[in-house]
């Protein structure tokens, strides 16, 4: 069994930062991707930014693209993201996930283990 752990969320003014992090822990822990979705009030849970374990690839979302970066310390099983230039509409509890098998990056129903969320607000 794989344990994800978020930390970092936290209220910030429009055009500010913020960063997020997710450690794993568990069995030998070796994900196909590793993602970070977002779900707000009323909403589906949506892609963000994912990242291929084994060599740093990444993909985004076209609304975060330029403004978010996910990074991963493979030595330290953990998965960053990056934030800036927030938006009020980037408000949501971000979750991330690790996927074990080589499904879509972008759908959270492949993914098979989640972290318990982090909330991100952002002020106008």
């Known amino acids: 069994q794989v344990q994800l752990v978020e930390s970092g969320g936290g209220l910030v003014q429009a055009g500010g930062s913020l960063g997020l992090s997710c450690a794993a822990s568990?069995?030998?822990?070796?994900?196909?991707?590793m993602g970070w979705f977002r779900q707000a009030p009323g909403k589906e849970r949506e892609f963000v930014a994912a990242?291929?374990?084994?060599?740093?690839?990444?993909n985004y979302a076209d609304s975060v693209k330029g403004r978010f970066t996910i990074s991963r310390d493979n030595a330290k099983n953990t998965v960053y993201l990056q934030m800036n230039s927030l938006k009020p509409e980037d408000t949501a509890v971000y979750y991330c996930?690790?996927?074990?098998?080589?499904?879509?990056?972008?759908?959270?129903?492949?993914?098979?283990?989640w972290g318990q969320g982090t909330q991100v607000t952002v002020s106008s």
């Open positions: 996930g690790a996927e074990q098998y080589w499904r879509n990056y972008y759908d959270p129903n492949d993914y098979d283990y």
């Open positions: 990242i291929r374990w084994s060599n740093g690839h990444t």
């Open positions: 568990g069995r030998t822990f070796s994900p196909v991707y």
